[in-house]
């Protein structure tokens, strides 16, 4: 079973559109939620972290974190096409042994102009 | 210090040959992470330092791979005896422990085995 699970893709947007990125994981233990751009060729870029549920805005991403059912999300407000790329969930656990970044196989977005 | 630096960006390497990789972390970043990225998939952790002190290897490391951070600021990653199926985009990633920050990547080293 894949410990970070992200719905398939490809997801195509309309310019200026909402996109909505989900993300489920497997080990209840979570504590630190991430979400990271990579552009195609590039290298992964942290955009959001999220750490208690509820919802954390910033500019025009909102993650939103639901630990009962552990599941993340990201929404993009106003979708531009230079947010087309691919989005990766990644999942830290408590500490000494789970230190490390769990990532899901990623989502790629195409904003359409 | 603006940020991880890897290098080689890219390297290609006939099969059975060892290659080294070098991370350069954030200078006050106590932890020093490997991943590896093949493509279609998210990257896969490899191992993680403390300081100096490798304290979690991936079962995906096998015995060709070895990395080392002896000082507890740089970090080199060599593959033995390189394999087709070791090409990949090897990423170096960075945090704070115990403040815990969240992990910031480099610009990957892509490298080739043909």
């Known amino acids: 079973q894949k410990e970070v699970e992200q719905n398939s893709g490809p997801l195509s947007v309309p310019e200026g559109a909402i996109a909505s990125l989900n993300c489920t994981y497997s080990?209840?233990?979570?504590?630190?939620f991430f979400w990271y751009r990579q552009y195609s060729g590039k290298s992964p870029e942290l955009i959001m972290s999220?750490?208690?549920?509820g919802d954390k805005e910033d500019g025009r991403f909102t993650a939103q974190l639901n630990k009962a059912s552990q599941y993340v999300s990201l929404l993009i407000r106003d979708s531009q096409p230079s947010d087309s790329a691919t989005y990766l969930c990644a999942v830290k656990g408590r500490g000494g042994a789970n230190s490390k970044l769990t990532f899901g196989k990623g989502i790629t977005l195409s904003v359409r102009p | 210090d603006t940020g991880v630096s890897q290098d080689p960006r890219h390297k290609i390497t006939k099969r059975g040959q060892n290659v080294t990789f070098r991370c350069d972390p954030i200078?006050?970043?106590?932890?020093l992470y490997w991943y590896r990225q093949t493509l279609g998939q998210g990257p896969e952790f490899l191992t993680y330092f403390q300081n100096e002190a490798q304290l979690e290897k991936s079962r995906l490391l096998s015995d060709r791979f070895s990395a080392e951070r002896p000082k507890g600021s740089f970090s080199t990653l060599e593959i033995q005896r390189t394999e087709q199926g070791d090409s990949a985009m090897y990423l170096c990633?960075?945090?704070?422990?115990?403040?815990?920050?969240?992990?910031?990547f480099g610009q990957g080293t892509r490298l080739t085995v043909v």
């Open positions: 200078s006050e970043h106590n932890r």
């Open positions: 080990d209840r233990g979570s504590q630190s």
């Open positions: 990633a960075s945090s704070t422990y115990p403040k815990n920050t969240e992990a910031f």
């Open positions: 999220i750490y208690s549920n």
